[in-house]
């Protein structure tokens, strides 16, 4: 699992730094990750990719594309930035809890009484120091495990600038240290009332925001 990840944001991070031109694919999902015999990730479907240079941070975009619950909050609205390559950054994060989990992001958790996403659940654990409530035999197979939530949660970060490159996300991996600094929660408010950013994320998937040229 780790080196289908790893494989996948490599893949990612060539197609940001390593083409003449920068390639942004706008649609990173699990449909679009091909499998061959020996398990290396193929990113597949360029069909609403978009070119530009390697010197320009940002895009515009008459209507947002992409699916949904894969989309970056940036490529709905512009109050959460700019859309750049960050975008498939935070695609790419959405892939990992569900590689983690063996789940879809989309599908709630029943915590108590209340529902939670299940994204935020997993923050919630590694937030309050318990394990993911997947059974791994392996002790260092569980902290693979660990370490991938780490870093697709530091990639699913609301606003772009919170967000590493696929670079520094890679490096992220191959770091050496016991612990993986645990980023901001990206599921806290961010607006004047508590419930502002499930609220927010509800109405993004109800509705695609026109961002003009």
Known sequence: MQDIALGIAKGIEYLH????????????KPHNILLDHNFKPKISDFGLAKLCAKDQSIVSMATARGTIGYIAPEVFSQNFGNVSYKSDVYSFGMLLPEMVGGRKNTNKIEERTSEIYYPEWIYNLLEEGKDLRIHIEDEEDSKIVKKLAIVGLWCIQWY??????????????????????????????????????????????????????
């Open 160 to 213: 772009p600038q919170g967000r590493p490159t696929m670079k520094v996300a890679v490096q992220m991996w191959q770091d050496e240290r016991e612990e993986l600094t645990m980023p901001p929660n990206p599921f806290a408010s961010i607006g004047p009332s508590k419930g502002h950013t499930k609220k927010h994320a509800r109405k993004m998937n109800l509705e695609l925001e026109v961002i003009d040229e």
């Open 17 to 28: 730094q390593g083409c003449e031109q920068r390639i942004l694919h706008f649609d990173i």
